[in-house]
């Protein structure tokens, strides 16, 4: 088992206006979300409630990505020399000069648990200071650090399928979220 400790201090970073403005545009907070409907390609058939995560990634400001996950979501960073696109893109968040490939890494939905899986990734999947065996699942859990390559966010769960269902069971009406959800894929 390889590990690393979770304290290490990591440089500051020069950001360029440029990355600037896409990060205060990709982060925008409207007053409040409701559940993503499920995206196209999840038919009827297959649509239960989503998973709703936030990803938290230090900085001056620090960063908040949400999302709802209804399926296995590639993790990972936008190529220009490719026509692959990863359904979460960490490309605005810095990737390229993180490590973080391609496709770094899957999320996949279980009904009580979220799992992550590292795609054989250059830079390695760290939870915890734990570098994942490529191709496993490895539970996760909310306040979860997660490292692809040397990109650190930390997990929160926000609400789980069957917490949704509970709720819904007893008729609480859903939560507003004060930050931005990207729906169905991670990419504008």
């Avoid at 709720?167 to 507003?176: A, C, I």
């Amino acid at each position: 088992m390889v590990t690393k400790p979770l304290n290490e201090p990591h440089k500051p970073l020069d950001e360029d206006d440029e990355l600037e403005a896409v990060l205060t545009a990709y982060t925008a907070p409207p007053s409040e979300t409701q559940p993503s409907p499920p995206p196209p390609e999840v038919t009827a058939g297959q649509a239960g409630p989503a998973w709703r995560v936030l990803f938290e990634l230090p900085g001056h400001p620090p960063q908040r990505v949400g999302l709802d996950i209804w399926r296995v979501t590639v993790m990972g960073r936008t190529d220009p020399m490719s026509a692959f696109r990863p359904d979460l893109d960490w490309g605005p968040y810095g990737a390229m000069r993180h490590g973080v490939s391609r496709r770094h890494a899957l999320i996949r939905p279980g009904e009580h648990t979220l799992y992550l899986i590292d795609q054989n990734s250059t830079n390695g999947t760290w939870v915890n200071g734990q570098r994942l065996l490529p191709g496993q699942d490895y539970p996760l859990s909310d306040g979860d650090v997660i490292e692809l390559g040397a990109l650190r966010m930390t997990l929160r769960i926000i609400q789980a399928p069957h917490e949704i269902r509970s709720e819904q069971h007893t008729e609480r009406p859903m939560r507003g979220f004060p930050f931005r959800f990207l729906f169905g894929r991670g990419r504008q």
